[in-house]
């Protein structure tokens, strides 16, 4: 499986993270056999691909040439049906008969049985079933080889005469029949039965045609039949009328040319279908036979390769499993331990047996690890302790720095009478003092820090008279802990670097805000504000050991911060939109994060978190 290595180049605030993939020794193997199998199945899928093509194209040829052929048959015996009402047209006694000359004129009776006889051996010279009739509209008289039709009178007289193929309803036998039918008149010009001497009529039932069908079906295991998009189809005598419905639908319901084939997909099976349309009737001869029964050897043979392949693929991936298993799996246990010891989870333990030689390396890495983990306890007890020795004793370093101005203030009221300004300095400053005298318990909540701050403002506003203040923290921010004494030295620096020396006086904006993760307080002022260079200057030294340039109480703040709650805590400045300076305290929201972690050295700061 991939991995990837990260070098850490630390640039004064920011990180460089240089990343280099590396490849798993169980990914190199899946790989190589990947790659030793793809040219294979490559080529035979080209090979594969190229045969089926060409047994294809073989197909379409073979099936369109077959249906043609059968269909040049049928149009043949079509075209020699035809010719017997030509034949019947030159016949001697037949003219005579319609002229009403030779025999007919002596015997008209005889002359019919004659004509009758012509008619019916005429019509079984053909092997196919069909019906010769002789039409005179003059006496209204019918004679045909058909006994339901000869003799009567009944006839469309003044119906047109079909010149062609026509398909139409034989009702001649008592029930309904389809059948083709053509007719030649006497003259030839006629347009209309009733412009005739006399009209020749040949016709046959689709019954023959079905039988045709027929035989091609049981030669070609196929499923022809006739279409014509202003009939019915004519069909062998076990149709498939799901799948001939679909083949209308999809081919045949548009534009054809004369002959032609096309593939389509019927019930997730592709079916080659043909047709050729019929120079007599005017029909289409359809055949449509499915493309996999054709291709079924050559598909077999592809599934059996594609089998072997894989079998053989899921070999190699037995293979690599177990060299998975047996190598890769420990050495990943391995260096997961190491991370985890290097993040400072000293109590982590590799918990695997790999019954190899990689337990002579994991249980001497478990020894090891726990002689470690007991050596950096005693060290980290140590140095907590010391860390908060300093904290108390920079915390005493915070408290009395304005005591003298107070008081002087105090006694200088007093001197003055004014009562009212010696009880708000007192009491404001009996507070701060109680207050920040508590060294016992350095967590509080941020509503007494701000409770100290408004104390100390308040103080400030008595003495200089011409200080405004506003603090405007969202309720939910209030019960959260904070260290003691966190806001008090950035706003003594606010006032005294930013307001103090200012004629006119000035006004602290103090607001709060929080998401998720992360609390944030900006204490702003419309003072001078600093310079960008030195703005970066000062953002530098924060994360450098403290110096008097920087002042101990900002320094405090931002390292006490960082202490408490990990990285991406701590301190930062801005301009503030007035024109001042802006003090941004930014800290997580897990308050024992840093309580329940190892220090791994000094971290980046990272303050504007969204």
Request: overall charge neutral; some cysteine.
């Amino acid at each position: 499986m991939p991995r990837c290595r990260r070098y850490w180049i630390k640039k004064r605030n920011e990180k460089v993270i240089v990343i280099r993939y590396r490849i798993s020794i169980f990914g190199k193997i899946i790989i190589t056999i990947i790659l030793l199998l793809i040219p294979v199945l490559f080529l035979y899928s080209y090979s594969n691909r190229i045969a089926g093509s060409v047994v294809e194209e073989q197909l379409r040829s073979s099936n369109l040439n077959e249906l043609s052929f059968f269909l040049n048959r049928m149009d043949s015996n079509i075209e020699n049906l035809s010719l017997f009402p030509v034949i019947l047209s030159y016949d001697p006694h037949i003219r005579d008969f319609i002229g009403g000359t030779g025999e007919a004129a002596g015997n008209l009776l005889k002359a019919q049985s004659r004509i009758t006889e012509k008619l019916s051996l005429q019509s079984v010279s053909s092997s196919w079933t069909n019906d010769l009739t002789i039409a005179m509209p003059e006496g209204k008289k019918v004679l045909s080889s058909n006994i339901y039709v000869n003799g009567i009178g009944a006839w469309d007289w003044d119906g047109p005469i079909r010149k062609t193929w026509l398909y139409g309803e034989d009702y001649s036998r008592g029930s309904t029949v389809g059948t083709f039918i053509r007719e030649t008149s006497e003259p030839a010009n006629a347009a209309t039965v009733g412009q005739a001497d006399a009209v020749f009529q040949v016709r046959f039932p689709v019954e023959t045609i079905t039988d045709l069908l027929d035989i091609y079906r049981k030669d070609k295991l196929s499923d022809p039949f006739l279409y014509h998009p202003d009939y019915r189809p004519i069909r062998n005598s076990t149709p498939d009328l799901l799948i001939e419905e679909q083949i209308i639908r999809n081919v045949l319901n548009g534009s054809l040319t004369d002959a032609g084939q096309e593939t389509t997909a019927i019930n997730n099976q592709s079916y080659l279908v043909s047709y050729v349309k019929s120079r007599q009737l005017g029909w289409y001869l359809v055949d449509y036979v499915p493309v996999q029964r054709i291709l079924s050897p050559i598909t077999t043979a592809r599934n059996w390769f594609y089998g072997s392949i894989a079998f053989l693929l899921m070999i190699g991936v037995m293979a690599s499993f177990l060299l998975y298993r047996n190598v890769q799996i420990p050495i990943q246990k391995m260096i997961r331990g190491v991370k985890r010891m290097s993040r400072g989870d000293l109590s982590s333990r590799i918990e695997y047996e790999a019954k190899n030689e990689f337990d002579d390396l994991i249980r001497p890495y478990n020894e090891m690890a726990g002689r470690i983990q007991v050596l950096i306890e005693d060290v980290y007890t140590e140095k907590l302790r010391s860390r908060e020795a300093t904290l108390k004793q920079l915390q005493s370093q915070i408290n009395p720095h304005f005591l003298y101005n107070s008081l002087f203030f105090v006694i200088n009221s007093a001197m003055l009478e004014d009562r009212d300004a010696v009880i708000a300095m007192a009491e404001n400053l009996a507070e701060y003092y109680r207050y920040t005298s508590r060294v016992e318990n350095q967590q509080v909540t941020l509503r007494d820090e701000l409770d100290l701050v408004r104390h100390y403002l308040n103080i400030h506003h008595l003495r200089m008279q011409r200080l405004a203040f506003t603090i405007t923290v969202p309720e939910e921010m209030m019960d959260e802990p904070v260290p003691r004494l966190l806001l008090q030295p950035l706003v003594e620096n606010a006032i005294v670097h930013g307001i103090e020396h200012q004629v006119e006086g000035g006004i602290i904006t103090i607001t709060g805000e929080q998401n998720d993760r992360w609390n944030r307080i900006t204490i702003a002022d419309n003072g001078a504000g600093l310079s960008e260079s030195r703005l970066r200057q000062l953002m530098i030294q924060l994360n450098e050991p403290m110096t008097d340039e920087l002042g101990c109480g900002t320094w405090n703040v931002h390292r006490r911060l960082q202490y408490q709650f990990g990285e991406g805590s701590g301190l930062s400045f801005r301009h503030a939109p007035g024109g001042g300076l802006s003090a941004v305290l930014t800290w997580n929201r897990t308050s024992s994060f840093a309580n329940t972690r190892l220090e791994e050295g000094d971290h980046d700061s990272t303050i504007d978190r969204g």
